[in-house]
C-alpha cells in the first residue's frame, strides 16, 4: 500500500491522477495531511467514492500518545509516541518568547554511539519514514493546542543517517500548502556524518546547521563520539569551512558541557582556533545525568564561555528546560523500555 503522508504535492498529483481524478485533488489531500486527520473519512471536500479508493490503496497511519509528561516548571511538553509498527520515539515540546519549538527524532534509536547520550544506548532499529517527521509536528501542534513557529531535528537519531526521508520531509513541512513552516526557523543537527554534510551544502537551503562538536580534539572527541573515528575533527571543521563558503549560513556548535572531560580552557582556545575565517556560534549545553553514563556536568561553563568570547567567538549556554520530565533526548524512550521490560517477566 502507497505511504500517501509521505508523498509531496507533485507526486500526490501524480498518484491521484493514475486514479483518474483532476489534478487539483492532490493540493486537497495534501492539506488534509497537514492538518492531523485521523481517516480519509474526514477529508469532506473529496468525493466518497475517493475517499473509498484511498481506504484501499493507501496507509494512514497516525502516531498515539503512549506518554506524556508535562512540565511544572515550564510548560515543557514531552511526547512518547507509538508508531504503527509499536515503535515509541520521542518529541519535545518547547516554549520560548518567540514562539513554539518542536524538537523531533530522525530514527527509532541511534547508532552513531556518543557515549553521553541515552538516545544510543539500545542501537538503531529503523529510519522514520517522511510522515513520521511530519507527524511529529503535526500531532504535537494539535495535541498541545500551541502553534509551532520552529523545528529542530535533534531528537533521536542521527538525521544525516536518514538523510533522504529528512530532504522530504523538509519539503514537506516548507511547502506553503502545507504547514508553510520557513527554512530559516528549521535546525538540522549532525554529530559530523561528512557526506551528508556536503549534500546538504549542495542543497543550498537557508536552514541552520547545527553540529553537535563536544571537544575540539581528536583523542577527546573520538572518546565521546565514535563517528570521530570514522570522520576525523579536523575534517569535520573543513567540511564546516566548505558549507559555509557555499551557503552563507552560519553554523551553530552544539558542545554538552562535560566535568573534565571536554571544559578546559585549551580547548576553548582551540575551538576558536579551528573556526577562524568563519562565524560559528557555540552553543553550551549543560550536560544531563543519564543513569548509565559516567559522565557528570561540569562546573566551569561559565568559565569557558567567558574564555571563548574572549577569542571574539559567539557563545551562549542553553536554556535547560522540562529538567522535571526527563525532556533530554532518549531518556523517556529508555524508562518505558525498561519498564516494558520488566512488565514482561
Known amino acids: 500500500?502507497?505511504?500517501?503522508?509521505?508523498?509531496?504535492?507533485?507526486?500526490?498529483?501524480?498518484?491521484?491522477?493514475?486514479?483518474?481524478?483532476?489534478?487539483?485533488?492532490?493540493?486537497?489531500?495534501?492539506s488534509w495531511l497537514s492538518r492531523g486527520v485521523g481517516s480519509f473519512d474526514e477529508m469532506s471536500n473529496l468525493p466518497l467514492s475517493l475517499r473509498e479508493r484511498l481506504k484501499t490503496a493507501c496507509i494512514l497511519s497516525v502516531p498515539t500518545v503512549a506518554r506524556k509528561q508535562v512540565s511544572a516548571k515550564d510548560g515543557t511538553i514531552k511526547y512518547l509516541w507509538e508508531l504503527a509498527d509499536g515503535n515509541c520515539i520521542e518529541s519535545v515540546l518547547m516554549r520560548y518568547h518567540h514562539g513554539n519549538t518542536v524538537c523531533i527524532s530522525s530514527q527509532v534509536g541511534c547508532r552513531m554511539g556518543c557515549a553521553f547520550c541515552a538516545s544510543t544506548i539500545a542501537g538503531k532499529v529503523r529510519d522514520l519514514t517522511p510522515g513520521e517527521l511530519l507527524d511529529q509536528v503535526v500531532f504535537t501542534q494539535k495535541d498541545s493546542g500551541a502553534p509551532i513557529s520552529n523545528i529542530v531535528l535533534m531528537g533521536i537519531g542521527e538525521p544525516m543517517d536518514n538523510l533522504d526521508a529528512v530532504l522530504k520531509f523538509l519539503e514537506l513541512v516548507n511547502h506553503p500548502d502545507g504547514l508553510n513552516i520557513g527554512m530559516r526557523h528549521i535546525s538540522l543537527s549532525t554529530c559530523g556524518v561528512l557526506p551528508g554534510i556536503r549534500r546538504l551544502a549542495e542543497q543550498a537551503l537557508q536552514l541552520t546547521l547545527s553540529v553537535s562538536l563536544h571537544a575540539p580534539d581528536s583523542e577527546t572527541r573520538s572518546r565521546l563520539m565514535p563517528v570521530n573515528r570514522a570522520y576525523d575533527v579536523e575534517e569535520l571543521f573543513a567540511a564546516c569551512h566548505a558549507?559555509?563558503?557555499?551557503?552563507?549560513?552560519?553554523?551553530?556548535?552544539?558542545?554538552?558541557?562535560?566535568?573534565?572531560?571536554?571544559?578546559?580552557?585549551?580547548?576553548?582556545?582551540?575551538?576558536?582556533k579551528r573556526l577562524k575565517g568563519m562565524p560559528g556560534h557555540v552553543n553550551l549545553i549543560p550536560l544531563n545525568d543519564v543513569a548509565e553514563s559516567p559522565f557528570r556536568p561540569s562546573r566551569r561553563t561559565a568559565a569557558f564561555q567567558k574564555r571563548l568570547e574572549s577569542h571574539g567567538l559567539t557563545a551562549t549556554v542553553r536554556r535547560s528546560l522540562g529538567g522535571d520530565i526527563d525532556a533530554a533526548c532518549g531518556q523517556l524512550r529508555r524508562k518505558a523500555e525498561a519498564e516494558k521490560g520488566e512488565d514482561s517477566q
Open 1 to 30: 500500500m502507497t505511504d500517501i503522508k509521505s508523498m509531496t504535492l507533485p507526486e500526490l498529483r501524480d498518484f491521484l491522477q493514475g486514479l483518474g481524478e483532476p489534478a487539483f485533488r492532490g493540493k486537497q489531500v495534501f
Open 243 to 272: 558549507y559555509f563558503e557555499k551557503t552563507g549560513r552560519r553554523i551553530s556548535f552544539e558542545y554538552a558541557m562535560i566535568d573534565g572531560v571536554n571544559d578546559q580552557d585549551w580547548q576553548a582556545d582551540l575551538i576558536a
